[in-house]
């Protein structure tokens, strides 16, 4: 199994997205990207992190690919918007890929410059690193699936 790391906004509706795509065996969702070690919902939602709300998705190489993960990714949200998706207003929530090895990072770049044309504004989303991925408390997991809720604003 290879790994990818998405953010998007609320994690909820992007785990939702990635969990019901070909290829995808697990999710998980967390916080990455900050300087606190292992922080709390209640921490990373006052914005003095630095961490960004993700998704933490395990896939099937055999199954899908790391470019069609990222079409997901860009279907799944506004990546024009900086530091905010729908009502969710912070940099916890803005758009970012965390990439796990340079083959990722090669092609998100590729990916993100060929996704440009599909929006008017400039994409904001940021390619960087695979750090620290802490996963957030056990109650947003799977959140949907337990809730029965939307898609919290996603596209």
Known sequence: ?????????CFWG???RFARTRGVTATRVGYTGGATEQPTYREVCSDTTGHAEAVEVSFDPQQTSFAELLEVFWDCHDPTALNRQGPDVGSQYRSAIFCHDEAQQVAALHSRAQAQPRFMQPIVTAIEAAVTFW?????HQRYFEKHGAGLCGQR
């Not at 996963?135 to 109650?139: D, G, L, Q, R, V």
């Open 1 to 9: 199994m290879n790994r990818a790391t998405f953010a998007a906004g």
């Open 14 to 16: 992007v785990e939702a």
């Open 135 to 139: 996963p957030a408390e056990e109650y």
